[in-house]
């Protein structure tokens, strides 16, 4: 099989990300009833590179490596010639001759690309500055398992057009639901990618408005990794595009409400809205295992029969 990479949610068919989340749910289904005793990946291993920390991306794929009967080697940036002289085409050749697969999370999506064109061992994104797919993979996921398929229904993000954002976008355009983006002027999503996604997705900004009759609710941080300097310009533009039980309301009345995690409780949500039914952000964090299990497994083996 071809090397295959999962850079964002376009690298893969419609159909391939249907079967992704089935597998995934199988892969849960399993774990839970017979432990982990699926083990297809003796003895291979996953290079981590890690130049943005993060706890849920760690332990979520150095679990999968073990339970999947493989092994997981984290690298920091003091672990790398990444950005100290060595080109990144040539520490992806270097690693792919030692290493079965490789996970990067990282600020720049270009060297992303960059280092995945060298490569010739599949390459997941598990977060840049412009996409994270990995987590549109355990929401959607998330989704399905608690109300179907996604297909046709409405789904509203509040907040900065950011990369959570664009892997929304993208997402719309692959599971064909409906997206409402409600930003303040200013912070929309890039261009580029919103034209791309034609229909399916719309700006708004009120969000009493945005929220109406929507199936799910989602939003993320107001001032992402590397924009700490710019929180109080952000707090006072996003002032009143807080998620809270009282917006949630005017959603569907089984609406779900998710967060990728970490969330700054009394800045984009409510000080308790984490504490309500509708929000389901423990079992979407604990997806990202088993979203990213049925991802490396498809990437290193094809599609595996339920």
Known sequence: MATRHFLTLLDLSQDELRYLIQRA??????????????????????????????????????????????????????????????????????????????????FSHAGLETFASASSVPVINALSDDYHPCQLLADVMTWTELRGSPKGRVAVWIGDGNNMCHSWINAARQFDFQLRICCPEGYEPRQDILEAAGECVSIHRDPTEAVKDADLVTTDVWASMGQEEEQAKREADFAGFQVTETLLDLAKSDALFLHCLPAHRGEEISMTLLDDLRAVVWQEAGNRLHAQKALIEFLLLGRVES
């Open 25 to 106: 749910i199988a892969i849960k289904n399993g774990l839970k009833t017979q432990g982990p005793t699926y083990t297809p990946l003796p003895n291979r291993t996953m290079a981590m590179i890690f130049e943005k920390s993060s706890t849920r991306t760690r332990v979520s794929f150095e679990t999968a490596m073990a339970q999947f009967g493989g092994h997981a080697l984290f690298l920091s940036p003091r672990d790398t010639q990444l950005g100290r002289g060595e080109p990144i085409e040539d520490t992806a050749r270097v690693l792919a001759e030692m290493v079965d697969i490789v996970m990067i999370r990282t």
